[in-house]
C-alpha cells in the first residue's frame, strides 16, 4: 500500500500518530492487537526500525503494551486518556492555526457548518457543544 | 550492534583510473543501507571489492575475514545478486531450487518455494522461457531464500515493472530482513527506497561524500520554502541548491553549517521540511566540493 | 560437516554439469547406440536363407577352432572403439564449451555467487571431461553390446537354424565379462592420457573472449608452421614440439611405439582391448601431466581472477 508520508514530520512520528488515529476512530479496539513490525514495514515497504521507534513511543506513552509472546496490545481504557490528549492538543496547537486561516479566508459559521453537510458519508456529523468562536 | 562490514581505506586503481580513493564504511547488523551515486561513481567496484570479486589495496573484513580469502566460506554467510538477469537460460526452475539446495547450507527451500507459489512461474519451466520479469523474481526468490546475514543487491528492481519491485521489497522485509542481519542495496530509484533504508553512502568519482544514517541526514539536511523577498537573508544560509519557481524558491540546508541564531531565524523566512535523499544527494552531486565541508559519517 | 557438505556439492555440481550437457554426453551416445541396434536387429532378422546358413556355418567353424575370443574381442573393440572416438568429439566439446558457455550468458555471474570454490568448479569440470562423459559412453557402448548379444541368442533360441549354445560358447568364450572389468581400467589410463589436451582446451575455454577453438587450434598451427620454417631456414633439428605432441595423441597401428607393443606379444593371442591398455601405458608421461596440470591451473587462476 503506498502511503504519502510528507516531509515535516519524521515517518516514525507519523505512524505513531496513525495508531492514535485509529484507536480514536475505533479502527483499533481496545484489547486488540497492534500488528506486527515485520508486517507494517512489509506492507508500507519502511525500515521495520522505523516502526519499532512508533511502537516504542507508544509503549512509553502506556498505551499499548506488551504481552510476551504475543506482541504489542492496546490497554484498555487508553481511547478516553487519548481522546482527552488529543482534545487539548487540538485546542492548544492546531485550532488557534485553523481559526486564523478561517479568518484569513473570512468565512462564517454558517459556512462552515454548510461544508460539513457536504462532505461525502461522513460518520460523525456535527454537534455543536461549544460556543462558536468568532 | 556488532559490525558486519569494516572498510578502511579502500582504494581501487585500474591502469591509472582510480575507481576508488580511500572509502571507508562500516556497516553493522540490523541495518539497511543504500548505497547511492551516478554511473562510473565507484559503487560497483566498492560492491565487488567487498564480495571478494577483485584485488584492493586497504583493508576490508567481512564477518570477520577478509572477502577474497576462502572466499566461498564467506559466501555461506553472504549472498547477493550482482546482476538480476543472470540465471543461465539452459536450467529450469525445479533443478536450480534442488541445485542450491545441494550446494548451499542455508538455503531454505520452503521459503524459495513459497514465494514462487505466489508467482505465475511454473517450476518445470526452463529458464529461457521466463519473461525478463519473471528472471528476475526467480533469481532473488533464490537468492533471498538464503539465510545469509549480509545480503548485497545491485539494483535489483532494474527493468522491472512496478507491481514486481513492490513484491520485491515487501518480500525483501517481510521474509528475509531480520535485526541480525543487514542489507546492502544499490539504485538510481531512490525515492522507491528512501523508506526503507536506515542508513546511506552517497559515492561520487571514487570517494563517499556522505555516509550516515538516514534519521542524522534527515535532521541535517532541510528544505525551507520562502518567499522571494526573503532570499537575500537567505543566501547566506549557504544553501546547498536553490530552486526557484512562481515566487517561492526552494533552498536545501545544511543545518549544521548554521550558526545558532540562524537557526533560530529559520521560522521567519519560511517554511522548514525535511529533504528527501534524493534531494540531498543531487545538492551534494551538484557542488563542486571541497571535501572539508562534506561531512562523513 | 565440512566434508559432507564438500561431497554433496560435488555431487551437485556434478548433476548440474550433466543438466547443462545432457544433449551432448547423453543424447548423442544414446541415439547413435539406438540407430546401431536398430540397425543390427534390423539385419538379424531380415537374414534370408543363404545368409543364415553362411552365419552358422561360420560360427561352428569359430567355435571349431577355437577363435572365439579373437572374433568376439575384434568385435567388441569395433564397438567400444567407436564410442571411444564419439566420446573424444564430445569430450573436446565440452572441454571447450564448459568455462565459455558460462561467461557468454553471463552465467557465471550467479555459479561465482554460490559457496563453491573456483578450485572445486574446475575439478569437477575436468572430471567430467577426462572421465565421465566416456564413461557414459563406454557404459551405452556396453549395454548396446549386452542387448546385441541378447538379440543374437534370442534368435538362436527362436530360429531353427541357429545353434543356442554355439552362440553363446562365442560369449562366454570370448571373455565377455573380464574384458568389460579391464575397460573401466582403460577408461582410467585414456582420461590420463588425454588430460593434457583437455586440460588445454579448458584453458581456451576460460580464456577466450570469442572462440573457445580458435584459441585452441590457433596456437598449435602457429606452432607447427614456425618449426617447419625453422627447420627448413636450420638446417638441425628443433624442438619438434609439434612432432612430439602428434606422436603424443597418436594411437593409430602404424605409429612406431604401437609395434613395440606388438613384438613384445604374440599378435594373435593379444585381445585388443589388453593392446589398447598397453598403449596407452607407453604415451602417458610424467611430462605430459605436468604440462596437463599447467594448464588446469592457469584455467583456474584465469576464473578466480576473471572479475564477475
Known amino acids: 500500500m503506498t502511503v504519502q508520508w510528507d516531509n515535516d514530520s519524521p515517518i516514525y512520528l507519523q505512524l505513531y500518530r496513525q495508531v492514535i488515529g485509529r484507536i480514536l476512530d475505533r479502527h483499533l479496539k481496545e484489547g486488540e492487537a497492534l500488528p506486527s513490525v515485520r508486517a507494517v514495514a512489509a506492507q508500507y515497504q519502511i525500515n521495520p526500525v522505523t516502526i519499532s521507534k512508533a511502537y516504542q513511543m507508544l509503549q512509553d506513552e502506556a498505551l499499548v503494551e506488551k504481552q510476551r509472546g504475543k506482541g504489542l496490545f492496546v490497554k484498555l481504557g487508553v481511547r478516553e486518556l487519548v481522546m482527552e490528549r488529543e482534545k487539548q492538543r487540538f485546542l492548544v496547537q492546531e485550532w488557534p492555526l485553523v481559526l486564523e486561516q478561517i479568518k484569513r479566508l473570512e468565512l462564517s459559521p454558517d459556512e462552515l457548518l454548510a461544508s460539513d453537510a457536504l462532505a461525502s458519508g461522513s460518520a460523525t456529523s456535527y454537534r455543536p457543544q461549544e460556543e462558536q468562536a468568532r | 550492534m556488532n559490525s558486519v562490514i569494516t572498510i578502511k581505506g579502500l582504494c581501487k586503481d585500474y591502469k591509472g583510473h582510480q575507481a576508488l580513493k580511500s572509502v571507508?564504511?562500516?556497516?553493522?547488523?540490523?541495518?539497511?543501507?543504500?548505497?547511492?551515486?551516478?554511473?562510473?561513481?565507484?559503487?560497483?567496484?566498492?560492491?565487488?571489492?567487498?564480495?571478494?570479486?577483485?584485488?584492493?589495496?586497504?583493508?576490508?573484513?567481512?564477518?570477520?575475514?577478509?572477502?577474497?580469502?576462502k572466499r566461498h566460506k564467506l559466501l555461506e554467510n553472504l549472498a547477493y545478486v550482482a546482476d538480476v538477469a543472470v540465471l543461465p537460460e539452459w536450467i529450469k526452475v525445479e533443478q536450480a531450487i534442488t541445485y542450491m539446495k545441494g550446494v548451499h547450507p542455508n538455503f531454505n527451500e520452503a521459503k524459495a518455494r513459497s514465494f514462487l507459489d505466489k508467482t505465475n512461474i511454473k517450476y518445470h519451466s526452463k529458464v529461457s522461457s521466463l519473461s525478463k520479469g519473471m528472471k528476475a523474481q526467480v533469481h532473488l526468490a533464490l537468492i533471498m531464500a538464503v539465510d545469509a546475514k549480509i545480503l548485497i543487491l545491485d539494483e535489483p528492481t532494474l527493468g522491472l515493472d512496478i507491481l514486481t519491485r513492490k513484491q520485491f521489497y515487501t518480500h525483501l522485509l517481510d521474509d528475509f530482513y531480520s535485526p541480525e542481519k543487514c542489507i546492502i542495496i544499490t539504485t538510481h530509484q531512490i525515492e522507491e527506497v528512501e523508506n526503507i533504508l536506515s542508513n546511506v553512502a552517497f559515492i561520487n568519482q571514487g570517494s563517499i561524500a556522505l555516509s550516515k544514517s538516514v534519521e542524522d541526514l534527515q535532521s541535517q539536511y532541510k528544505l525551507l520554502a520562502l518567499d522571494n523577498e526573503k532570499l537575500e537573508d537567505a543566501t547566506l544560509l549557504k544553501p546547498l541548491f536553490t530552486n526557484s519557481l512562481m515566487g517561492m524558491t526552494s533552498m536545501l540546508l545544511d543545518l549544521t553549517n548554521l550558526s545558532a541564531e540562524q537557526m533560530d531565524l529559520l521560522p521567519s523566512l519560511g517554511k522548514l521540511s525535511t529533504a528527501s535523499l534524493a534531494d540531498v544527494f543531487v545538492g551534494l552531486a551538484g557542488q563542486k566540493s571541497d571535501k572539508e565541508e562534506l561531512n562523513h559519517g | 560437516m565440512d566434508k559432507s557438505l564438500l561431497i554433496q556439492q560435488i555431487k551437485m555440481s556434478i548433476y548440474k554439469e550433466f543438466w547443462e550437457f545432457r544433449k551432448s554426453i547423453v543424447g548423442v551416445p544414446l541415439v547413435v547406440g539406438a540407430i546401431f541396434l536398430a540397425v543390427f536387429i534390423f539385419e538379424m532378422f531380415t537374414l534370408n536363407q543363404y545368409q543364415q546358413t553362411r552365419m552358422v556355418s561360420s560360427i561352428e567353424q569359430i567355435n571349431a577352432e577355437g577363435m572365439q575370443a579373437s572374433v568376439t574381442q575384434m568385435s567388441l573393440a569395433s564397438v567400444f572403439g567407436t564410442f571411444l572416438v564419439i566420446s573424444f568429439f564430445i569430450q573436446a566439446y565440452y572441454a571447450l564449451s564448459c568455462l565459455y558457455d558460462e561467461r557468454r550468458d553471463k552465467s557465471v555471474f550467479f555459479w561465482r555467487s554460490m559457496p563453491v570454490s573456483d578450485g572445486q568448479t574446475i575439478g569437477v569440470k575436468l572430471l567430467m571431461a577426462a572421465l565421465l562423459i566416456p564413461a557414459v559412453s563406454i557404459m551405452i557402448a556396453s549395454i548396446l553390446s549386452i542387448v546385441a548379444m541378447l538379440v543374437m541368442s534370442i534368435i538362436g533360441l527362436i530360429s531353427s537354424n541357429f545353434n543356442v549354445s554355439d552362440i553363446w560358447s562365442l560369449f562366454v568364450g570370448g571373455h565377455t565379462l573380464s574384458s568389460f572389468l579391464s575397460a573401466g581400467y582403460g577408461l582410467i589410463l585414456y582420461a590420463l592420457w588425454l588430460f593434457p589436451l583437455i586440460a588445454w582446451l579448458m584453458l581456451a575455454s576460460a580464456y577466450a573472449k570469442k572462440s573457445p577453438f580458435l584459441i585452441a587450434v590457433i596456437p598449435l598451427v602457429l606452432l607447427s608452421i614456425t618449426e617447419v620454417l625453422l627447420s627448413l631456414v636450420f638446417s638441425y633439428q628443433t624442438w619438434e614440439i609439434a612432432t612430439k605432441i602428434a606422436t603424443y595423441l597418436s594411437i593409430t597401428p602404424d605409429s612406431r611405439d604401437v609395434f613395440m607393443v606388438l613384438d613384445s606379444h604374440r599378435a594373435s593371442s593379444i585381445m585388443p582391448i589388453n593392446f589398447f591398455i598397453e598403449v596407452l601405458h607407453h604415451r602417458i608421461s610424467l611430462f605430459a601431466l605436468l604440462i596437463g596440470s599447467a594448464f588446469i591451473f592457469a584455467s583456474y587462476w584465469v576464473r578466480k581472477n576473471s572479475v564477475r
Open chain 2, 24 to 69: 571507508d564504511l562500516d556497516i553493522r547488523e540490523g541495518e539497511i543501507w543504500g548505497l547511492v551515486g551516478p554511473n562510473g561513481s565507484g559503487k560497483t567496484t566498492c560492491l565487488q571489492a567487498i564480495m571478494g570479486l577483485i584485488g584492493y589495496e586497504g583493508d576490508i573484513e567481512v564477518l570477520g575475514q577478509k572477502p577474497n580469502h
